[in-house]
């Protein structure tokens, strides 16, 4: 399983040329409660250019953006390698163990759906 945290500046964006969020995270609490663990955190850098009235700014965000992870039994289907052109695609889907029949189906329309131009 997989949760993100997100932490992003939207505000205010005229009249400053770099702004940086402060990172989020999930408190120690929370994540003893659920048996997630921090897999990561890492910042992620936007920079655009902007112009108006014959003048350009270029604006650079910075943004936080935190995994955790823990661990669950899978169940994996994968099927057998199809030629598309040159190229041999084979389909993989999962799911949690725990959800069985409710995502089976939703993983197997999904592997039918895989459209391949080779």
Sequence with gaps: ????????????????ETFEATAASVSESALS???YEEHRTDSVELERTFEAGGESETVTLT????EY???????LHV???VESGSDLLVAVGGYPTLVGDLEREHVFTMMDGVTHDG
Excluded: F, I, K, Y
């Excluded at 943004?63 to 935190?66: D, L, Q, S």
């Design 1 to 16: 399983m997989l949760a993100t945290a997100t932490a992003g500046c939207l505000d205010d964006l005229l009249g400053e």
């Design 33 to 35: 409660e659920t048996g």
């Design 63 to 66: 943004n936080w953006h935190a």
């Design 69 to 75: 992870d823990r661990a669950v039994d899978l169940t």
């Design 79 to 81: 099927s057998e390698a």
